[in-house]
């Protein structure tokens, strides 16, 4: 018996999955109404919203609440861009007079309609929900930022142009660290030459699922937070840093002590120091900057945070992030060549000399037990 042919089914599978992948893929837009009626309603809509730059309501608070929108406003969203009318948001208005509003004051308002923004990002929504923003919301925080923080609600643009943006973004409630961020060697790199490779606020922390810093989890990664670049032998040439960093400071006492709890006990608090320990967090500068907190001039105060018996020897004998050398540390480098031959030819000469011992010892017995 001969299989049937179904060599023809394969184009039409391969053809239907990639139909089937380009409609999940696309960005979820809102039903395609016909673009008259469309402008219509926002027409409808903002015969009054567009009119009158006074118009506003009160709210139960006693705060008042704009109603106005501008037209530049509106031309500036990417939304309006797409297409994307006022009643795919506001999905319980089509007419005046509007439903009852039950928010009390301007913050419940805005906590209550930033949910319209779930229905065609339903995987930004759930990251959100899985943050440190919305803990501190859960336990009745209610500054905590939702989409429309960061975003806006009719003047959505795409959030990482410029770059710089997005430290603004996160400057509104985080002032004194953008502040700090700004005077950074990463942070001043950003903000002045608008450099595509310093690191901003998300590149350390994430976006929508931003997780608590000051945990012993964050705390271990820390590391190869940094060595994402300061790792990557191409980017550090450009700037003429060294790319070992990381890898010598795997070799530290520090270091393995942190891979150790790392791999270990990764939830257990354990000081030894990671980079930000030395560096600073927000505020790293350049290790020639007089400010840095790893500057000769501020290196034993920064040791003396864990350390505070050191003396002002302690940092000199400390090789850093350096290759022991022969130029830089030749008393290291001595000591360290010294047990490299030493320690081997001990090793050596002690098996050596068991070996000869079971020799000896062997010969021995079979003499005495020679008639
Ligand atoms: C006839 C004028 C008029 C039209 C048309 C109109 N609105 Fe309103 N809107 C108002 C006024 C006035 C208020 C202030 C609250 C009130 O009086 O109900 C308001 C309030 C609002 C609010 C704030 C929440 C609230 O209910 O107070 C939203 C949101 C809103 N309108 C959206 C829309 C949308 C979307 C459309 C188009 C579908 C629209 N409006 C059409 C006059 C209008
Ligand atoms: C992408 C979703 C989205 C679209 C599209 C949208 N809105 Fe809104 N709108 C919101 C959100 C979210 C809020 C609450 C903003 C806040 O926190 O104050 C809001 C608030 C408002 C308010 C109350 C005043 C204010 O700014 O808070 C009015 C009035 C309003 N919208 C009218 C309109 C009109 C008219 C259109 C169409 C031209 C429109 N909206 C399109 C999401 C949207
Ligand atoms: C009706 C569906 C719909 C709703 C509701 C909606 N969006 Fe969008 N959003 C889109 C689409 C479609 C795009 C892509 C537009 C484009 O690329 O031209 C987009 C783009 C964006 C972008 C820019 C992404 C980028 O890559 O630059 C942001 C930010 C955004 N939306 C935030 C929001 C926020 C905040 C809300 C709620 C206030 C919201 N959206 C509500 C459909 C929607
Ligand atoms: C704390 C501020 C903040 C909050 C809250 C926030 N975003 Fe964002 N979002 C950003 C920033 C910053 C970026 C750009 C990140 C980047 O490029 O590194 C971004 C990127 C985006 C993008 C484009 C990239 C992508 O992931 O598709 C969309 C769409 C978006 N956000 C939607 C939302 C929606 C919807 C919500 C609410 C559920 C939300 N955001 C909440 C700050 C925020
Ligand atoms: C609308 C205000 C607002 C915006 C915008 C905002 N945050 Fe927050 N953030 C908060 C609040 C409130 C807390 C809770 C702790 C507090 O009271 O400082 C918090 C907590 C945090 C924490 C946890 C540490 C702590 O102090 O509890 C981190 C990390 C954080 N935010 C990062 C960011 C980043 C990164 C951005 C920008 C993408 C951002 N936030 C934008 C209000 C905001
Ligand atoms: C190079 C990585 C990096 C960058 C860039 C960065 N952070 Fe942090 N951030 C950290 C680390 C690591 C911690 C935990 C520090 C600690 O142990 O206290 C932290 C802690 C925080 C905290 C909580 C602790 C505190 O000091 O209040 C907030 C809030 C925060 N960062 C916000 C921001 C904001 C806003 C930006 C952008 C201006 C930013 N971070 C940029 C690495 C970074
Ligand atoms: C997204 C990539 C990136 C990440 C992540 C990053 N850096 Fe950097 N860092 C750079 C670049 C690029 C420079 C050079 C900037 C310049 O000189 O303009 C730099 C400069 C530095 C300098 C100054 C060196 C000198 O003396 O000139 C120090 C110190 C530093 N980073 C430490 C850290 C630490 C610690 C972390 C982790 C908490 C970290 N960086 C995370 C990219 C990064
Ligand atoms: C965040 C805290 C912290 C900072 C800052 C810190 N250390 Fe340590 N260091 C530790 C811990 C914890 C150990 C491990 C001690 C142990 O395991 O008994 C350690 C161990 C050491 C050791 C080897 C063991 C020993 O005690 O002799 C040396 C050497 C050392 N640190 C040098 C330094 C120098 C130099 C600096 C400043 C440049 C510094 N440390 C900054 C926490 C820190
Ligand atoms: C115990 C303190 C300490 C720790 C931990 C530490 N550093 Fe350093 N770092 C220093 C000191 C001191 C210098 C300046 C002298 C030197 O180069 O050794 C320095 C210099 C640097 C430089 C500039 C190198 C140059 O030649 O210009 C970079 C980049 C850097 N560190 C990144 C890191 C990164 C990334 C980590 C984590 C993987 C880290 N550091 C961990 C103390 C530390």
């Known amino acids: ?117 779930q229905k065609c990002h339903p995987g930004n929504y759930e990251k959100t929900l899985d943050s440190v923003h919305a803990t501190v919301a859960g336990e009745g925080n209610l500054n905590a930022p939702v989409c429309t923080d960061c975003h806006g609600a009719h ?3 795409p959030p990482n142009e410029p770059r710089a943006h997005i430290s603004e973004t996160c400057g509104q409630c985080h002032n004194a660290i953008v502040e700090a961020y700004k005077e950074s060697v990463h942070g001043a790199a950003l903000l002045g030459d608008d450099n595509p490779d310093v690191p901003v606020c998300t ?37 003429g840093l060294p790319a070992n960093v990381y890898d010598i400071y795997q070799l530290s006492w520090h270091g393995v002590d942190v891979a150790v709890y790392k791999s270990r006990w990764p939830t257990i608090w354990h000081d030894s120091a990671v980079c930000t320990d030395c560096h600073g967090v927000h505020d790293i500068r350049k290790t020639s900057d007089p400010a840095s907190h790893v500057n000769p001039a501020n290196l034993l ?23 022991v050398s022969l130029k830089r540390t030749p008393f290291v480098f001595y000591t360290q060549a010294f047990y490299a031959s030493f320690a081997p030819v001990v090793l050596w000469a002690s098996i050596l000399y068991v070996v000869l011992q079971i020799i000896r010892a062997t010969v021995d017995r079979i003499r005495r037990n020679l008639p």
């Not at 395609?32 to 219509?40: F, I, L, M, Y």
């Not at 297409?83 to 319980?92: K, L």
């Not at 810093?213 to 937070?225: D, I, K, N």
């Not at 105060?301 to 290759?323: D, F, I, L, V």
């Open 1 to 117: 018996m001969t299989k049937p042919d179904i060599s023809w089914l394969w184009p039409a599978l391969i053809l239907g999955g990639a139909i089937t992948l380009l409609i999940c893929l696309s960005p979820a837009a809102p039903a395609r109404a016909d673009t008259v009626s469309r402008q219509e309603t926002e027409k409808y809509c903002l015969s009054c919203h567009g009119n009158d730059p006074q118009l506003s309501r009160t709210l139960p608070s006693g705060e008042t609440l704009p109603l106005y929108l501008s037209p530049d406003t509106l031309a500036q969203s990417i939304h309006s861009h797409a297409g994307i009318e006022c009643e795919a948001c506001h999905t319980g208005i089509t007419t005046y007079p509007h439903p009852e509003v039950a928010a009390q004051t301007r913050r419940e308002f805005s906590r209550d309609l930033y949910l319209a923004c």
């Open 301 to 323: 105060a920064t040791c003396h945070t864990c350390h505070p018996a050191a003396g002002s020897n302690w940092t000199a004998a400390w090789t850093g992030h350096n290759e």
């Open 203 to 239: 590149d350390c922390h994430g976006v929508h699922n931003i997780q608590d810093p000051r945990t012993a989890q964050f705390r271990v990664q820390t590391p190869e937070l940094c060595a994402g670049c300061h790792a990557d032998q191409q980017l550090m040439d450009k700037y």
């Open 155 to 157: 003047d959505v643009r």
